[in-house]
């Protein structure tokens, strides 16, 4: 199943919604490029997953998502067992109460999870649970290769307020812009532009899947054309210490050169 859609929708009553029904099953190759106003469980895609949903691929939603109460996110607002986001994207803002996340707002269970996806939002909560990348994500997930990337006013919330996710599950292959902080999940401006992130998104992606990371103008983009190969070679010096190794090789952009001990 695929859907677009380009008109404002504000929901006529007090509970749902989003883009698509509360709950939907698997679908691929869903587009938003309205702004999607409600209560709970909104979502640029949908409100939530269900526990039988196979897999929600190759979305974007560009437009904002505007709601007043909990589980809100830029795909989904909630995901329940089994449910997952993959290969998609979020480029309009997302606000709400608790449980606010650029690409999910809560994903409640160890089986429920996001992989090679990224948001571009500005993620805003009046209350707690506030994520770049979800609001929450629930202990054991197996969430990955995902970014977050904002040079606006970021995350902002009351508590429990994070550039990834809010959860206790570990944030490892989990990347977010910071030019400041020290910890490994944070990359510079530079690394986002020049590959460094590019790099580790693609090492650590689906290659099963109908889409690739590739590389934009200052982050990395998803693609349904497979990149041209990246070639990184690290060059030990077996010689004497004082003696300088030079190698070089012939690759698809030409000759690189490196110095021993270096990384071309």
């Known amino acids: 199943m695929c859907c677009r859609l380009s008109c404002n929708i504000t929901p006529p009553g007090k509970f749902v919604k989003s883009g698509l029904p509360l709950y939907v099953h698997g679908m691929a190759d869903c587009q938003n490029n309205g702004t999607i106003y409600g209560v709970n469980y909104v979502g640029g895609i949908a409100g939530g997953l269900t526990t039988y949903t196979t897999a929600l691929i190759g979305a974007v939603s560009a437009g904002d998502i505007i709601a007043t109460g909990n589980y809100v996110g830029g795909i989904i607002g909630t995901g329940a067992d089994n449910a997952c986001v993959r290969w998609s994207a979020v480029t309009g803002n997302v606000s709400g109460g608790s449980y606010v996340g650029g690409l999910a707002g809560r994903l409640a269970a160890s089986t429920a999870y996001v992989q090679d996806s ?3 939002s500005e993620v805003e909560g009046s209350g707690s649970y506030v994520g770049g990348i979800a609001g929450y994500i629930y202990p054991g997930s197996a969430s990955k290769n995902c970014f977050y990337y904002n040079t606006g006013n970021g995350v902002t919330g009351s508590g429990f307020v994070s550039m990834l996710h809010s959860g206790e599950t570990s944030a490892a292959k989990l990347y977010y812009l910071s030019d400041t902080d020290s910890n490994t999940s944070a990359k510079t401006a530079e690394e986002f532009a020049e590959n ?3 790099n580790l998104l693609q090492t650590n992606a689906d290659t099963t899947a109908a889409y690739y990371w590739a590389a934009g103008s200052q982050h990395p ?40 001990g270096e990384e071309a």
Do not use: C, M
């Open 118 to 120: 990224y948001a571009l």
């Open 196 to 198: 460094v992130v590019l």
């Open 221 to 260: 983009i998803i693609s349904q054309e497979a990149p041209e190969a990246i070639h990184r070679v690290r060059l030990i010096n077996k010689g004497a210490a004082s003696e300088e190794n030079y190698v070089s090789f012939s690759a698809d952009a030409g000759t690189v050169y490196g110095t021993a």
